[in-house]
């Protein structure tokens, strides 16, 4: 008898993520299709394969191992082969994996990559794959050059000044070098090849329950995965998710965690005590919808940290938001303390800080000129002298908004006129050009009051006179879709009190609820999928927030508070805005 005989083979290892990766793939007609179809115009890649498989325990950067054949049979085995003994030798827990195969290619001068990076004009904005050679040895995905700095963008202020060195190597040579030993134990390259490819993917992304998500391949949505149309059902899980990771970062004394820069993990430590509020008045809405009673604890002490350590008092009647580190004292952190305190006493049922709120109004009102509705902005602590006129447009929308707010509770007519007088000075200096969501907000309040048809006129070319900007904008800019929100929840009124003027009579409806929805699709690009959070330096530190990609992927808790707050009403309005939305505009973006 054989001394094998009886003994079962070890069979090779293999990860199910992977493997759930590989049967899709090959079992998809219609994937398979559209990956050859793009690989037609690129003659470098006849007869040649390349498979990309990104794997991630969600605690630290991603590995991409790759792997090239004839067939893509071959390039997959040779990608998947890699990958698993990596996962074997190493013991790794995979939580993701994502495979990426290329379908177009191009070969370009090296130099070729300045006039790219300034077409795209932002930071991070460059969506394709590089090889440093036509057998891709040496190649990154797209998540991998941004994801580890591996280009040297142009600011912005380079590129409108056309200061561009386009004899340069954008490539960032020492970086390259630095991820290539760090994660792969690779010798360090000594240069940067004369000529490169550029290149794109078709994508499969699957999570650590084995759920497989198509991933866009074009466009601002590359490497997302891919969606259907963007209901409020659709994008109320990622409301919740964001609003729950921005609840996470409340520390026990009610302070935030101010954010990240997630490429190289770095905590951002700028505190802004006018964000704290802000951030405070999303979380509100979070038990808004919620009624979870667990959250109220930290939401109190995030309350209290703001109340009792940055209100002081100039007298009995006036108070204001002080902001410690620079001894200053700004309009918009009595604004935002009035608005997220207001929407505390609405949501909980209680008039527990209307005092501080009148306190806070008078500040206000003194920081106001009440023959022209213009504000003052910045004040002196601890003399309360003069320091800035004019600090940041979006203050005076603030303290329009919370004026209003504080009418609302009070009943105290001379917070309705200072708002009133703010208004027309809107109106008079023409804010629309601003795009600022703030002045939807406070139009939006106060014409609860005063329903004057101008002020609603006023209203509506706030985002009439922009919608052409933002719906081709290519950053998230997320609180363009808090402007047209509550612009929308402000057009509604306008039907109900069947306002007429000749502007709000020809504006165009159709093409509003258009750029409500294509903002909303957009924003998606800036939530932290685990398909962009897995390139990142600590993936499960990020996940399920937003980011800003022009400022390195920054996670700051502002930034997360406007995204919660553009989903939070377009979830509200959604099925209002559907009617006005075509069949053929739904499938012209279900299809990207």
């Avoid at 603030?398 to 703010?422: I, P, Q």
Wanted: net charge negative; charged share 25%; glycine share 4%.
């Amino acid at each position: 008898m054989s001394a094998t005989k009886g003994k079962k083979k070890n069979k090779p290892f293999q990860n199910k993520q992977i493997t759930a990766l590989r049967q899709h793939i090959f079992s998809d007609d219609a994937l398979l299709e559209r990956l050859e179809a793009g690989r037609l115009d690129s003659p470098l890649l006849q007869g040649f394969y390349v498979v990309f498989i990104s794997i991630c325990d969600a605690k630290s950067r991603a590995l991409v191992m790759k792997g090239t054949g004839n067939t893509l049979d071959e390039a997959w085995r040779n990608a998947e082969h890699k990958a698993n003994l990596l996962i074997k030798n190493n013991s790794l827990k995979i939580a993701w994996a994502k495979a990426d195969i290329v379908n177009s290619a191009e070969e370009i001068a090296t130099t070729e990559l300045n006039k790219e990076l300034v077409e795209n004009n932002y930071k991070n904005f460059f969506r394709k794959g590089i090889a440093l050679s036509q057998t891709f040895d040496i190649a990154f995905l797209e998540a991998e050059l941004n994801g580890n700095r591996m280009l040297n963008y142009y600011s912005e202020e380079q590129i409108s000044k056309k200061e561009i060195d386009y004899d340069s190597a954008v490539l960032d040579l020492t970086r390259i070098s630095y991820y290539l030993k760090t994660y792969y134990n690779s010798k360090e390259i000594t240069s940067i090849p004369d000529r490169i490819l550029t290149f794109t993917t078709t994508g499969l992304f699957c999570d650590k329950d084995l759920a497989l998500h198509r991933l866009h391949d074009k466009g601002f949505d590359c490497g997302r995965r891919a969606t259907a149309i963007i209901d409020g059902e659709a994008v109320e899980p990622v409301m919740l998710s964001a609003s729950k990771y921005l609840y996470s970062l409340i520390k026990p004394d009610g302070e935030f965690i101010y954010g990240y820069y997630p490429i190289f993990h770095k905590e951002i430590d700028n505190y802004n005590i006018l964000r704290h509020a802000g951030s405070i008045w999303s979380l509100i809405n979070l038990y808004r919808i919620t009624k979870d009673d667990e959250l109220v604890p930290k939401l109190n002490a995030a309350i209290d940290y703001l109340t009792e350590g940055y209100i002081i008092c100039k007298n009995e009647d006036t108070a204001y938001v002080f902001e410690k580190k620079t001894d200053e004292i700004k309009l918009g952190g009595n604004g935002l303390s009035i608005i997220m305190l207001t929407e505390y006493m609405d949501v909980f049922e209680t008039d527990k800080y209307i005092g501080l709120v009148r306190k806070l109004a008078n500040g206000i009102l003194e920081m106001e000129d009440m023959s022209s509705g213009k504000y003052f902005h910045v004040l002196n602590y601890p003399d309360f002298s003069s320091k800035e006129e004019f600090r940041t447009i979006y203050y005076d929308g603030e303290a329009t908004f919370a004026l209003s707010r504080a009418y609302t509770y009070t009943n105290d007519e001379k917070y309705l006129h200072g708002a009133k007088m703010a208004v027309e000075n809107f109106i008079a200096e023409d804010y629309t050009k601003y795009r600022d969501h703030w002045v939807a907000y406070a139009l939006n309040e106060i014409t609860k009051y005063i329903p004057e048809p101008r002020f609603f006129e006023f209203a509506m070319q706030n985002a009439g006179k922009n919608l052409k900007t933002i719906y081709h904008r290519a950053r998230s800019t997320q609180t363009n879709l808090e402007l047209l929100t509550i612009t929308w929840q402000t057009f509604k009124r306008i039907q109900e009190l069947e306002i007429s003027t000749p502007y709000i009579d020809e504006f165009d409806v159709e093409f509003f609820a258009k750029t409500i929805y294509q903002r909303a699709r957009h924003l998606l690009n800036g939530y932290f999928y685990p398909e962009f959070a897995m390139y990142m330096k600590r993936p499960s530190k990020v996940a399920g927030s937003f980011f800003v990609r022009e400022d390195n992927f920054r996670v700051r808790i502002d930034d997360i508070q406007h995204y919660i707050g553009g989903y939070y009403f377009y979830s509200k309005y959604f099925n209002e805005i559907l009617p006005y939305l075509s069949k053929e505009f739904l499938g012209e973006y279900a299809d990207c």
